[in-house]
C-alpha cells in the first residue's frame, strides 16, 4: 500500500516568489492535513481539507492557502514568499476513525 | 499558554533503562491522544494513540492518559539507542477537532 507521496522534496526560491506543493494520500483516505515544521515552533498546523472541504484551520497569514480535489490529492500555495517561510512542510492523511495521520516525507523549502 | 506542552528536553537516559516522556494540554475537550517519534530529517510516524483514562501497552511502550489531570505520558521500557528520536505528543478533538502538536522532546538513549 503506497503511503503519503509530497512532491517535490526540496525546493528553493527567491523572496517574492509563490510556490505549489502537492500531496498525494493514503488510497482511500479523505482527509489531508498542511504542517509547517521549523527548529524554533515545531510543527503548526495550517489547515486540513476533507472531501474538497477546508475543514480546519490554523492561525497562518492569507498568503498560505489550499485545496483538495476529488481525489483527494491536495496542494498548498504560498504566494509572495518571506525568508522566514523557509521550512520543512509536510502533509498528513487520515481515515474516517481515530487511528492517527500518516505523513509524507516532507516538502524542504528554501526561501532565499 | 500552549495549546500542547512538552519538555524539550533533552531527556538522557541510559541502555536499558525506562524513559518517561510528558505532556500537557490545555482544551478540556481533548478526546484523542497521540504519540509520534521523529528521526532526525525524517517525518514523524505514529508509534501510539490512546483514548480513554489508564494504561494502554504496545510492546516496549506505555500510554498513559489521565484527563482529569489533562496529562499524558508514554513510558518505554528497556530504551534502546535506536529510540534515540524526538518525541512529539499530539492532541485532538475540542472545539475544532484539529491535531495539535507539542514541541517535541528530545531522547537520548546512552548506550
Known amino acids: 500500500k503506497a503511503g503519503v507521496t509530497q512532491t517535490p522534496r526540496y525546493l528553493i526560491k527567491t523572496r517574492g516568489q509563490q510556490v505549489t506543493l502537492s500531496c498525494s494520500p493514503i488510497?482511500?483516505?479523505?482527509?489531508v492535513s498542511w504542517y509547517q515544521q521549523t527548529p524554533g515552533q515545531g510543527l503548526q498546523f495550517l489547515f486540513e481539507?476533507?472531501?474538497?472541504?477546508?475543514?480546519n484551520k490554523g492561525n497562518f497569514p492569507g498568503r498560505f492557502s489550499g485545496r483538495q480535489f476529488s481525489n483527494s490529492r491536495s496542494e498548498m500555495n504560498v504566494s509572495t514568499l518571506e525568508l522566514g517561510d523557509s521550512a520543512l512542510y509536510l502533509c498528513?492523511?487520515?481515515?474516517?476513525?481515530?487511528?492517527?495521520?500518516?505523513f509524507g516525507s516532507g516538502t524542504r523549502l528554501t526561501v532565499v | 499558554q500552549k495549546e500542547v506542552e512538552q519538555n524539550s528536553g533533552p531527556l538522557s537516559v541510559p541502555e536499558g533503562a525506562i524513559a518517561s516522556l510528558n505532556c500537557t494540554y490545555s482544551?478540556?475537550?481533548?478526546?484523542?491522544f497521540f504519540w509520534y517519534r521523529q528521526y532526525s530529517g525524517k517525518s514523524p510516524e505514529l508509534i501510539m494513540f490512546?483514548?480513554?483514562?489508564g494504561d494502554k501497552e504496545d510492546g516496549r511502550f506505555t500510554a498513559q492518559l489521565n484527563k482529569a489531570s489533562q496529562y499524558v505520558s508514554l513510558l518505554i521500557r528497556d530504551s534502546q539507542p535506536s529510540d534515540s528520536a524526538t518525541y512529539l505528543c499530539?492532541?485532538?478533538?475540542?472545539?475544532?477537532?484539529?491535531?495539535?502538536f507539542g514541541t517535541g522532546t528530545l531522547l537520548a538513549v546512552q548506550p
Open positions: 498528513a492523511s487520515s481515515n474516517i476513525g481515530p487511528d492517527g495521520y500518516t
Open positions: 488510497s482511500g483516505h479523505r482527509s
Open positions: 481539507y476533507f472531501s474538497e472541504t477546508q475543514r
Open positions: 482544551d478540556r475537550g481533548s478526546q484523542s
Open positions: 490512546i483514548y480513554s483514562n
Open positions: 499530539a492532541v485532538q478533538g475540542g472545539a475544532t477537532n484539529k491535531l495539535i
